[in-house]
């Protein structure tokens, strides 16, 4: 579930479309222009673009109740990932 919010997909998965000859769309190709188009006011994280179109920013409103989970899934070997994400580590839950 994302509700409406901005990600990213995983770095390996950027690689898959160039290595289908997509030329341009790997990783680092897109993630320039993924932070060039991005406006993020919640960090200076590098991870991150400050100057475009494209308004982006965390969570402000995360309430306690939703935070009940993330033992639950630390316990079954699911990493919390809070931040990663949006560097091309998806892996784990977390919220944005």
């Known amino acids: 579930m994302n509700y409406l919010c901005y990600d990213r997909a995983s770095a390996p ?3 898959s479309w160039a290595e289908f000859g997509n ?3 790997g990783w680092n190709t ?3 222009a993924m932070t060039k188009s991005e406006n993020f006011t919640d960090s200076d994280d590098d991870r991150h673009g400050f100057k475009g179109p494209i308004r982006n920013y965390y969570n402000r409103v995360v309430y306690p109740v ?3 989970w ?3 899934v630390s316990k079954l070997g699911i990493n919390i990932n ?3 994400s949006m560097g091309g580590e998806p892996i784990g839950v977390g919220f944005q």
Request: charged share 40%; hydrophobic share 35%; proline share 6%.
């Open 13 to 15: 998965e950027y690689e």
């Open 23 to 25: 030329k341009g769309w």
């Open 30 to 32: 897109m993630i320039n």
């Open 66 to 68: 939703l935070r009940l």
């Open 70 to 72: 993330e033992p639950a």
């Open 82 to 84: 809070d931040r990663q």
